[in-house]
């Protein structure tokens, strides 16, 4: 008898996969459609934060944002605090179990029926499966950061997830960030090309 012997094969539980629903995340297998939005949703002496393109599908967007932010004399007290902000600004999200921080970014869309979404209501129940559908809309981060820069210069950026898909007529999308100096600031979105694009999202293999 041989030593060594080759073990019995291992059963294997059968995988259970779970059809994501469209408030979670983009569609596995869609390729969504692209639209150019480049709108400055926020400007100062030392930051910009630029809303520069959508990819859209049948209920729901995915929102590209870019930022950058340089030194400027005078505020140097503040500027590297600033700087590893946005390098570690991932780390700033919310956090229902405290109060909310200065140094937490808020992004938020609200609707022409005046129904609302922000980012620092983004955490879904899991305890249920499926998962209760949201009564309003739902504003997920889905990933970012910073992108590089210097001692005077940096960018980062951030990717967002709504759901349901904007109305073809008017928006708002909304950004709040205290410790970068922004006020609570709206800026009008259309979102007729949206609404369109999402008709042109299509099968990764027809």
Request: charged share 20%.
């Given at each position: 008898m041989s030593f060594f012997y080759e073990p019995p094969p291992r059963r294997r539980k059968a995988e259970v996969v779970k059809e994501h629903p469209p408030w979670h995340g983009p569609p596995d297998d869609l390729l969504g459609a692209t639209v150019g939005v480049e709108q400055t949703v926020f400007r100062s002496e030392t930051l910009v934060i630029?809303?520069?393109?959508?990819?859209?599908?049948?209920?729901?967007?995915?929102?590209?944002?870019?930022?950058?932010?340089?030194?400027?004399?005078?505020?140097?007290?503040v500027w590297w605090r600033r700087r590893d902000l946005m390098f570690g600004g991932l780390h700033h999200w919310g956090n229902p179990d405290r109060p909310l921080e200065d140094e937490t970014i808020r992004f938020g869309v609200r609707f022409p029926d005046g129904s609302k979404g922000t980012t620092l209501e983004e955490k879904l129940d899991f305890d249920d499966w499926p998962?209760?559908?949201?009564?309003?809309?739902?504003?997920?981060?889905?990933?970012?950061g910073g992108g590089g820069g210097t001692n005077s210069f940096i960018s980062g950026h951030w990717d967002l997830w709504l759901w349901p898909l904007p109305p073809p007529e008017p928006f708002e999308f909304a950004v709040?960030?205290?410790?970068?100096?922004?006020?609570?600031?709206?800026?009008?979105?259309?979102?007729?090309?949206?609404?369109?694009?999402?008709?042109?999202a299509r099968p990764y293999w027809p």
């Open positions: 630029e809303l520069a393109s959508a990819v859209a599908f049948p209920e729901n967007v995915k929102f590209h944002l870019r930022m950058a932010a340089r030194h400027v004399e005078g505020v140097n007290d998962p209760p559908r949201p009564t309003g809309p739902v504003l997920r981060h889905r990933g970012g709040e960030w205290p410790a970068f100096g922004v006020p609570l600031t709206f800026v009008e979105i259309d979102g007729t090309e949206i609404a369109a694009a999402a008709g042109r």
